[in-house]
């Protein structure tokens, strides 16, 4: 697996710019945390990396032939459908689907038993991430990018989110996410890309993963909001 590389990337919409010559090297195995505030650029680098849109200018080199789970923030599954169902046909989608396969990826995203044959409709917001999750997860992807997948969880759901990422990452995922909690990203991410306006302003190596780099960073970010303000 190599890495992905993009290089000056640049994307305007209607005249105004969301991405403007962002480069960034991704590591395999490794995990990157994009952190900004809202229409900083974070989701159309995503959507680029991803060829969901296309990019002004710039290249990325390293996704042919990768495969890549995606997470976004509204996954919009099926409200009727249930867990199992649900996982179930990513597996068969993706040709990886075995007699037993579907409950252990449904373990393996923590998701308690009892709530397998639910419709989602009647499952938390925090079940329906680890059922998205799974979903994104059943071909075996080399590379999860993810746009904000706490959004919404409380305290515990987090925790138990960011667990299980760091748990696929020991297996050698490579991780993309992007969220606005500095404290989970300091606790998952090997580096933090921090992101104005367009631009990659700084690259934060993580290698404590404290409280003392989570305040850092949110340092970081305020001193920037505060600029941008006066």
């Known amino acids: 697996m190599s890495s992905i590389l993009c290089h000056d990337l640049s994307k305007s919409y209607k005249g105004t710019a969301s991405l403007q010559s962002a480069s960034l090297t991704l590591t395999p195995g490794t995990v990157t945390g994009l952190l900004g505030a809202n229409g900083a650029g974070k989701s159309t680098l995503i959507k680029c990396i991803l060829n969901l849109i296309q990019p002004d200018s710039g290249s990325i080199k390293g ?8 997470l976004p923030e509204l996954a919009n599954l099926p409200a009727s459908a249930t867990a199992w169902k649900t996982t179930e046909l990513a597996l068969r989608l993706s040709n990886n689907h075995a007699d037993d396969t579907t409950s252990e990826l449904l373990d393996l995203v923590h998701l308690d038993a009892k709530h397998w044959h639910k419709p989602l409709r009647h499952c938390s917001k925090g079940m329906r991430q ?3 999750l799974a979903y994104a997860i059943a071909g075996k992807p080399q590379w999860l990018i993810l746009d904000e997948p706490m959004s919404g969880l409380d305290a515990m759901g987090r925790k138990q989110f960011l ?3 760091l748990d696929l990452n020991q297996q050698g ?3 993309l996410v992007c969220s606005h909690i500095v404290p989970d990203l300091v606790r998952l991410c090997d580096r933090v890309l921090l992101i104005h306006q367009g631009r990659i302003i700084d690259d934060v190596n993580i290698t404590l993963h404290s409280m003392d780099e989570a305040e850092a960073l949110e340092s970081n970010l305020m001193q920037v909001a505060k600029y941008d303000h006066e």
């Open 63 to 70: 996704t042919d032939g990768a495969t890549i789970g995606y």
């Open 163 to 165: 667990d299980i990422l």
């Open 130 to 132: 680890r059922v998205a």
């Open 173 to 175: 995922i490579g991780i």
